[in-house]
């Protein structure tokens, strides 16, 4: 019922920055980024709650910021000081509650994702 749509991702160098956004065709009360590489586990990159509350997974901390705007349904995932292991499709998810964060099984909501190619 509610849509995802993941835009801004792309190809960089190592060291380099994306700006991923992630609009939401309503209003949604937890957002969250995970990514996925070849052969790996989906993996918790942030998420963000209805509160402002913001959250990051290890590999994020430091380098990544979640942000969202509520007028326009849309998470923001700002990533700096990218990697070659930062290479994955990037998901935008949603839930309805603020619970189990880190955890794909507790969002209803994904995106198609987003590429993000990291190059050495």
């Known amino acids: 019922q509610v849509l995802l749509r993941e835009s801004g991702g792309g190809s960089v160098q190592a060291g380099g920055s994306l700006r991923l956004s992630c609009a939401a065709s309503?209003?949604?009360?937890?957002m969250g980024w995970f990514r996925q590489a070849p052969g790996k586990e989906r993996e918790f990159v942030a998420a963000l709650t209805s509160s402002g509350g913001s959250y990051y997974g290890d590999s994020a901390k430091g380098r990544f910021t979640i942000a969202g705007d509520n007028a326009k349904n849309t998470a923001y995932l700002q990533m700096h000081n990218l990697k070659p292991e930062d290479t994955a499709v990037y998901l935008c998810?949603?839930?309805?509650?603020?619970?189990?964060?880190?955890?794909?099984?507790?969002?209803?909501?994904w995106g198609q994702g987003t590429q993000v190619t990291v190059s050495s």
């Open positions: 998810a949603a839930q309805w509650s603020n619970s189990g964060l880190t955890l794909p099984s507790r969002y209803e909501y």
């Open positions: 309503g209003r949604i009360a937890a």
